[in-house]
């Protein structure tokens, strides 16, 4: 116990126990806050290289999974190119990563379809491409906003996702 102040009171001692465990939980709080915004910038940005590393296998493997889809209707896939970089974003519910890339598609239209003899089939189809970063790998569900930019898409999709600036 502390010694009486002038007067009669007692003199407040920052060491006193009931005073630490406070102080203690503040700081082990701001701690734990600090290190779980770097953990996410550390998962984002490994996001970002295993990206960059895989960009020829990951166009594949959303040719393969779009052509799967059999969507748009009376067309086949035939090629799909990346044409710039990702933007990421995060899914406001789940609050997993995505990633929209600007793509370049082309078509043909299905045999007996309606879409046959059409002159616009032939020209490529600007869209963006969506990929899902799942337990540390990006995977594709074959997934096209088409004739909108990747920021556009998360402007448009704003509510499910919230885009996360470069270098984030």
């Known amino acids: 116990m502390n010694p009486p102040a002038p007067g009669g009171q007692q003199r407040m001692n920052w060491l006193d126990p009931w005073l630490l ?23 984002v940005e490994r996001a970002r290289e295993l990206f960059r590393l895989q960009r020829k296998r990951l166009q594949e493997l959303f040719l393969q999974s779009a052509r799967k889809s059999e969507k748009p209707r009376g067309l086949r ?4 190119e990346f044409t710039g970089e990702p933007e990421l974003a995060r899914d406001r519910s789940s609050r997993g990563l995505v990633a929209f890339v600007p793509v370049a598609i082309e078509f043909a239209a299905v045999e007996g379809s309606d879409m046959e003899g059409l002159p616009a089939v032939a020209q490529p189809k600007h869209a963006s491409a969506l990929f899902s970063f799942v337990r540390g790998e990006w995977i594709s569900t074959g997934k096209a906003v088409f004739n909108l930019a990747p920021q556009q898409a998360i402007r448009q999709f704003g509510k ?4 996360i600036p470069a270098g984030h």
Do not use: D, T
């Open 77 to 80: 896939w035939i090629g799909c």
């Open 21 to 43: 465990i406070p102080v203690g939980g503040l700081v082990l709080l701001l701690v734990a806050w600090w290190a779980s915004g770097f953990g996410r910038q550390v998962h």
């Open 160 to 163: 499910q996702y919230e885009a």
